[in-house]
């Protein structure tokens, strides 16, 4: 079987044949979502920490004056001036910006994660506002077709094969029709404030959707897995920073150590003449800092173990609840599949009963009330079928979103 590599929206944006209006409303969201800026920001502030990681202790100077100069061989010292730095272990800098970089990598996940689950959100709305608005034009349809039949049950009244009572109960159900495309209109509108606030925009702005699709006959060939979701390998991002905490834990549990430098001015004897009369002493330093009492450097070792454990676990029910939602979403799609044909085939019967009423009325008998039950049954089957298509593309993007890397 030849294998398809799916790309985000690929799957769910192909059959309603706009997916550039949908990649562009995506595009738009990622790109002014506040939520994803802020975690840009994030991103942005855990990289410039690999550039804070580059540090050394403070160089310590000192400088001081004797009140009571002491005395030496060569003269008085007069004061004391001294320079001293320590230097960490060797690797010690660079094992630090190791693990800087390792959790600039964990926040870059949890940006893509952010986009990702934007995305899921703006394409799942989008379907939404499909699915309304393909119920109120079949809404408008179905009242158009009810106006024809209240001509013809007009028409008939005339003649004598018809009651008034037929009339009103055609008006009365264009009347319910009625209302009911004012309520989808009225969740239109709510939907699209709620589309446009996640691409923090007007939230008035109109929004176009594409118009009427249908379910593919084949789904497309899923080839990626789970494994390779954003939040998964988030956990791997978390565990592989621990590592490097660890090792860094290590390199700051080893010794330090300094150079030094004191200066020491002196005063020559005026009552005494000699080559070294007056000469400053200038004295190297080299120190060593041991961390004797080191329990916080076994503490943290004990601590990066215990949260490697908790990060495998977590991956671990994290990896469950992804699975059962796939095998749930998989399923709800399948369902979609199998209520969107039946109610095709139920359509199709539908429509061939009205076309036999339509035949009776030719010959002059009419039954209103089967018109009605029919009409009924046709817009029951119609809205049910684009329940299904909404319902099959929002898992399908549900499942995009988690086989896809």
Known sequence: ????????????????????????????????????????????IAQEKVNEANWLPNTEFGA???VSEPETRTGAQVAR???????PWFGTVSTRKKYATAMAETDYVDYVVAKRKLALAVTQSYYKLYGLKAKHDVLDKNIQLLKTYETLALTSVEVGKASLVDVLRLQIRQNELQQQKEILRQQFVGEQASFNGLLNRNTGLVVE????????????????????NPE?????????????????????????FGVGLDYLPV????????SDNGKDIVMPMVSLSIPIFNKQFSSKTKQNELRKQEITFQKQERLNVLESALAKAVAMRNEARIAFNTHAKNLRQAE??????????????IDFNDVLDIQELQLKFQLNQIQSVQLYYIQSALINYLINK
């Open 209 to 228: 959707v594409a118009g009427v699709a249908n379910i593919p006959e084949n789904d497309l060939v899923m080839v990626d897995s789970l494994q390779l």
């Open 64 to 66: 001081g004056y004797f």
């Open 81 to 87: 001036f001294s320079a001293k730095q320590m230097l």
């Open 352 to 365: 061939d009963a009205e076309q036999i009423l339509i035949k009776n009325y030719e010959t002059g008998t």
């Open 1 to 44: 079987m030849k294998k398809v590599k799916t790309i985000i929206g690929l799957l769910v944006v192909s059959a309603l044949g706009n997916a550039q209006e949908l990649q562009s409303y995506i595009n738009e969201a990622q790109a002014n979502n506040p939520d994803i800026q802020a975690y840009e920001v994030r991103y942005n």
């Open 267 to 274: 005063q020559e004897r005026p009552d005494m003449t000699f």
């Open 232 to 256: 998964l390998l988030r956990f791997d991002k978390m565990y592989e920073s621990v590592a490097k905490a660890e090792l860094l834990n290590q390199k700051e549990s080893a010794p330090m």
